[in-house]
């Protein structure tokens, strides 16, 4: 029904950018929130950053000042802005996104992407 794909993902030297989209397409009628989350080997799955349909944003302390995130709601997508890149921000990044749907108006249900990898690596 609906399918987020994430770009972007890649490999890149400490201290350089990378910048993450996400798109939502399908049976979309409405999206809320979209959120950025990160998965390293062996770790739980990590929020890295927020935005409201509104635009209002929150980021994980780890991230506060490097990343910036946006969305573009004709398009349905959101955006990671990913400054100053450290090592540890190594991972596989995942977007999420709470949508209604055409075929159930009324409620918000979660959906996500398939990941894209970001190393960070000299």
């Known amino acids: 029904q609906v399918q987020l794909v994430e770009s972007g993902g890649g490999l890149v030297q400490p201290g350089g950018s990378l910048r993450l989209s996400c798109a939502a397409s399908?049976?979309?009628?409405?999206?809320?929130?979209m959120c950025w989350y990160r998965q390293t080997p062996g770790e739980q799955r990590e929020p890295v950053a927020v935005?409201?349909?509104?635009?209002?944003?929150n980021y994980a302390d780890a991230v506060k000042g490097r990343f910036t995130i946006s969305r573009d709601n004709a398009k349905n997508t959101t955006y990671l802005q990913m400054d100053s890149l450290k090592p540890e921000d190594t991972a596989v990044y995942y977007c999420?996104?709470?949508?209604?749907?055409?075929?159930?108006?009324?409620?918000?249900?979660?959906?996500w992407g398939q990941g894209t990898q970001v190393t960070v690596s000299s």
């Open positions: 999420s996104a709470a949508v209604i749907t055409t075929q159930a108006l009324g409620s918000w249900s979660p959906y």
């Open positions: 399908g049976s979309i009628f409405s999206v809320g929130i």
């Open positions: 935005i409201s349909s509104a635009g209002t944003t």
